[in-house]
């Protein structure tokens, strides 16, 4: 069993308890379920954004691309 799946039971289980199941549950009125993704975007303006500047786009897109994925920053 991946951890796709186990995620996928946990939520099946919180529905079938009538919980959310993950993030973005806007059922219960939760201020923080967007605080993850804000601390995401954040942390990269921060950490690239603010202290680089590109000539094009897609200078911009493979720097992001490799932010991303370098090893400092595992998926």
Request: hydrophobic content about 40%; proline content about 3%.
């Amino acid at each position: 069993m991946g951890g796709g799946d186990r995620v996928e039971l946990v939520g099946l289980a919180a529905s079938a308890a009538g919980r959310c199941g993950g993030f973005g549950c806007l059922a219960d009125g939760d201020s923080f379920d967007n605080a993850l993704m804000e601390n995401f975007w954040s942390t990269l303006k921060i950490e690239l954004v603010y202290r680089t500047s590109w000539r094009t786009r897609d200078e911009a897109e493979n720097a992001i691309f490799a932010y991303l994925h370098s090893p400092f920053h595992p998926a």
